[in-house]
């Protein structure tokens, strides 16, 4: 998508980051995360949300921004947690360590329902993570909302600037999602987010980056890399689409993913690479290096059946993007090891022999895109599944007795939800 009145979510560190992408998306408008040193290319956005992060604005090297820059951009600010802590400094007021840090639910006061808060309950549940506190406000600085205890919670600066201390974007914060809206009302037309363009835009790029070069796509039968496939497949590129069965795959997986695939009219080729998987994981038990060891192996067996294809596609999406912290730039820290992000696939990506059409959705616009692209109802909703598939689920050292046990426990517990008609109400 462009980068012309987006939102545009500046990254501080917090965990919850991804979130605010997510709900503003939900919202119906196209929102981007930027690490923090990205600050000065935002483009043009048409409103900026600063989030929260793990760090202190008492610390010396804390965290910063351009505040000239901020207000140059001329669109609404939001600042949540640590976002309105260095609002209000910038502002002119300040912040100081708080004597304990506050963590769980509060209760929001707002002081009238309106603006920031328009439809908003009297009093409301919202979820607080800091550990420092605003004590002096600027001149020109409104209290828009407080806590149960009177303390304030939300500030207003102006007539499009707002700080709240706490996390709109978790579900544990009751009517965060309204209040995000209420703040996205402020903007002049933000552009919206349609997955239908969002397919049109990738078709296209996908065509103009790959060329008359051959890409090969790498396919487990989840929705992600299923969806790259058929997404691929529609680009109309020269593509092969490779399935390793790495022997760590649910009962009857491999029978599965070739019956959706021949379904779907996309070709895929089968590489059996169990013996292989298990003799380089024989004796491991840490769950980090059993990730190294799959993403890497991973590799190898695929471009050993590749010959001369020039692009790997992977369905990586945004939050495996995030988790891994494999931006260089980002101050987030690292969830996990994900697969798609072993020094092998890093390597790839600086010789531009990765390509990740999807790296900016989340699971449930995966989905979506899925749909568009005319996927049957029953394969765009299968469950996520890890790509290093049961190793993941087995404690210590993986044998394939433990294997056979965790296969045959899946099989009862996924057939049990189908037949009680839970299997799409869980995830």
Wanted: aromatic share 8%; proline share 4%; net charge negative.
């Amino acid at each position: 998508m462009g980068e012309s009145r987006h939102v545009a979510v500046v990254d501080f560190g917090s965990q919850y980051t991804q979130l605010i992408v997510r709900r503003v998306r939900e919202l119906g408008f196209f929102a981007r995360l930027y690490a923090l040193e990205e600050f000065d290319e935002l483009g043009k956005p048409g409103a900026i949300i600063l989030s929260g992060g793990p760090r202190s604005t008492s610390e010396e090297d804390a965290p910063d921004i351009d505040f000239g820059r901020l207000q140059a951009y001329g669109v609404p600010v939001l600042g949540i947690c640590y976002g309105m802590q260095l609002l209000n400094i910038k502002f002119g007021g300040n912040v100081e360590a708080s004597d304990h840090r506050e963590y769980g639910p509060a209760v929001l006061v707002p002081e009238s329902q309106e603006g920031l808060f328009e439809g908003v309950s009297e009093k409301s549940q919202v979820w607080m993570s800091h550990s420092d506190t605003v004590r002096d406000l600027a001149e020109d600085c409104r209290v828009i909302g407080r806590n149960q205890h009177g303390t304030p919670v939300s500030l207003q600066w102006g007539e499009r600037c707002f700080g709240i201390q706490f996390h709109p974007e978790v579900t544990h914060s009751h009517e965060g999602l309204r209040i995000l809206d209420n703040f996205l009302q402020q903007a002049d037309s933000l552009q919206e987010f349609r997955i239908e363009d969002f397919k049109r835009e990738l078709l296209e790029e996908i065509g103009e980056r790959v060329g008359g070069k051959q890409v090969v796509c790498g396919v487990s039968g989840g929705v992600d890399s299923t969806v790259l496939a058929v997404l691929l497949k529609e680009s109309g590129i020269r593509m092969r689409a490779i399935f390793v069965d790495h022997g760590l795959l649910r009962k009857d997986e491999g029978d599965e993913v070739r019956n959706n695939f021949r379904r779907m009219g996309v070709d895929i080729e089968t590489v059996e690479a169990s013996e292989r998987f298990m003799s380089e994981l024989a004796g491991v038990t840490d769950p980090e290096r059993k990730r190294e060891i799959i993403g890497n192996l991973f590799i190898e067996v695929f471009w050993d059946s590749v010959g001369d294809a020039d692009i790997l596609a992977q369905g990586t999406l945004y939050p495996d993007v995030i988790e891994s912290a494999s931006n260089a730039k980002t101050k987030a820290s690292k969830i996990k090891t994900h697969h798609n992000r072993v020094d092998r696939i890093l390597e790839l990506q600086e010789q531009g022999k990765v390509l990740e059409p999807l790296a900016e959705l989340f699971k449930d616009e995966v989905r979506e895109l899925g749909k568009s692209l005319g996927i049957e109802h029953d394969i765009v909703q299968r469950h996520p599944f890890p790509g290093p598939g049961l190793a993941v689920r087995c404690p210590g050292e993986i044998t394939a007795d433990r294997l056979r046990i965790i296969r045959e426990c899946d099989a009862i517990f996924i057939a049990r939800l189908r037949d009680h008609g839970w299997y799409e109400k869980v995830w």
